[in-house]
Every structure is written in structure tokens, then in C-alpha cells.
């Protein structure tokens, strides 16, 4: 499956942005997406994740109430709508794709290393 992220940009502190990811050239649905984030000079550090149907999410602490992470599989599209941004939010953002069938704990769902194919990344800038 191939992913293109979207959706990023400059906004002030206080804002609201929603990201897209895009996925092509397989069924969308059978995909956990998650969705990561790396400032500079820091690793890259998961924001939330998805399962295939939609049913279950999981978000990082730092991303609890100000992140909402949804998926249209009609339109082959996971959502990361971030609110009241805050400079520290900004980051490269990351969509990425986990093909794993059988449920896993939630911790799973933050390892970078258990998603098989990474969109090229958007960025988020959030100035005071």
C-alpha cells in the first residue's frame, strides 16, 4: 500500500488542523494505520492508531483530548484532527500502515518498527 499524508501547515497557537492520509493500491481496510510525529533533533514518537475496522484507537498520552483519530475505508482515508495547537505540536507528521490481522495490545500500535509501509510525511508548524 502506498500513503500520502496532508493536511499540515503554519497556524497559530489555539488553532485546529486535519490531516489526511491517503492510502493506494491496496484494500485500505485491511491496514491498522497509525500516525507518528518527529520534531527535529527527537526520535519519531507515535500520536494515535487505528484499527482496520475503525473500531478501536489508541492515542499517546500527550495526545489524549486534543487528538482524534478516524478512517473512512470508502474513501481509503485515516483522519488526525488535532485541536488547540500548541508549538510543542510542532513536527513532521507521519502516516504509516500495519497489515497485522491478529489483535494485538494497544502497546503494539505505538512500535514504529511493526508498520510495513510510511507515507513521505507533512508538516506541522505551531507558533506562540
Known amino acids: 500500500v502506498q500513503l500520502q499524508a496532508s493536511g499540515g501547515g503554519t497556524v497559530e497557537a489555539g488553532g485546529s488542523l486535519r490531516l489526511d492520509c491517503v492510502g493506494s493500491?491496496?484494500?485500505?481496510?485491511?491496514?491498522?494505520i497509525g500516525w507518528f510525529r518527529q520534531a527535529p533533533g527527537k526520535e519519531r514518537s507515535v500520536v494515535a492508531a487505528?484499527?482496520?475496522?475503525?473500531?478501536?484507537?489508541y492515542y499517546a498520552d500527550s495526545a489524549k483530548g486534543r487528538f482524534t483519530i478516524s478512517r473512512e475505508n470508502a474513501k481509503n482515508t485515516v483522519y488526525l484532527q488535532i485541536n488547540s495547537l500548541k508549538p510543542e505540536d510542532t513536527a513532521v507528521y507521519y502516516c504509516?500502515?500495519?497489515?497485522?490481522?491478529?489483535?494485538?495490545?494497544?502497546?503494539?500500535?505505538?512500535?514504529?518498527?511493526?508498520?510495513?509501509?510510511w507515507g513521505q510525511g507533512t508538516q506541522v508548524t505551531v507558533s506562540s
Open positions: 504509516a500502515a500495519d497489515p497485522q490481522r491478529t489483535y494485538r495490545a494497544p502497546s503494539y500500535y505505538f512500535r514504529p518498527v511493526v508498520y510495513d509501509y
Open positions: 493500491g491496496d484494500i485500505f481496510s485491511n491496514y491498522s
Open positions: 487505528i484499527s482496520r475496522s475503525g473500531g478501536r484507537t
